[in-house]
């Protein structure tokens, strides 16, 4: 079945990239996603990338993606204070079910 | 305000009780999903709805039953509740169902203590 892991927490100083990690066994995943939840809210959508693509770039997001090792990272640089978060790792095989990841807590040092 | 509507925010009720919780989708979004967030076992997907019919089941308890409106709101009941009910319940919406997914939004939660 599907299973996505990920670290549950990492910690860095402001300013400097912050790199989460995730590790998912579906071979047959389509699209892959990072969602972030802050505080008392709901899980937002940052961004996505298809199984065909190795990198994808958003301003301070950088997602990259190893289809052999079943490796999906996000990089944040220049992280800031509202970066503190808990971060979701994601992946759909194309029909609408999605499986998440346990969460990342991002701790941003000021 | 991403657009998808739960209520209520806060819910306390006791063992063996039954709640019912609500979610309006976000305006022209078809299929609507309910997952289960709580401290040990992370973000499970219960179940999806797409205009009005069941269309996956995830790990849903037979006490947790759920059903999507004519107007596309859905509300997941819960009955004989326990302890380790206790938990976020979160809706999400997107726009199809079995297309490719641009991804779900989500609504700000319901969370549920049971004591």
């Known amino acids: 079945g599907e299973d996505v892991e990920q670290s549950l927490f990492l910690s860095v100083r402001e300013g400097d990239s912050s790199v989460i990690n995730c590790t998912y066994t579906?071979?047959?995943?389509?699209?892959l996603y990072w969602y972030k939840q802050e505080p008392g809210a709901g899980l937002q959508l940052l961004t996505y990338?298809?199984?065909?693509?190795d990198m994808k770039q958003d301003q301070r997001l950088t997602v990259l993606l190893n289809k052999k090792d079943k490796h999906l990272s996000l990089r944040i640089a220049d992280t800031q204070t509202g970066d503190s978060a808990i971060y979701f790792c994601?992946?759909?095989?194309?029909?609408?079910?999605?499986?998440f990841g346990t969460g990342t807590k991002l701790q941003v040092i000021p | 305000d991403s657009g998808v509507t739960q209520t209520p925010k806060h819910l306390i009720t006791a063992t063996g009780q039954r709640v019912t919780l609500r979610c309006s989708p976000r305006?022209?979004?078809?299929?609507v999903y309910w997952y289960q967030q709580s401290l040990d076992q992370g973000l499970q997907f219960l179940i999806q709805?797409?205009?009005?019919?069941?269309?996956a089941k995830g790990n849903i308890l037979e006490r947790f039953s759920a059903q999507q409106f004519p107007d596309l709101h859905s509300e997941l009941n819960l009955s004989s509740l326990e302890l380790g009910d206790s938990a976020l319940y979160f809706c999400?919406?997107?726009?199809?169902?079995?297309?490719?997914?641009?991804?779900?939004?989500f609504g700000s939660g319901t969370r549920l203590t049971v004591v």
């Open positions: 999400a919406s997107s726009p199809r169902d079995s297309s490719f997914n641009y991804g779900y939004t």
């Open positions: 579906d071979s047959s995943s389509t699209y």
């Open positions: 994601a992946e759909s095989r194309g029909y609408q079910k999605v499986t």
């Open positions: 709805y797409y205009n009005g019919e069941e269309r």
């Open positions: 990338i298809f199984s065909n693509m």
């Open positions: 305006s022209g979004d078809l299929s």
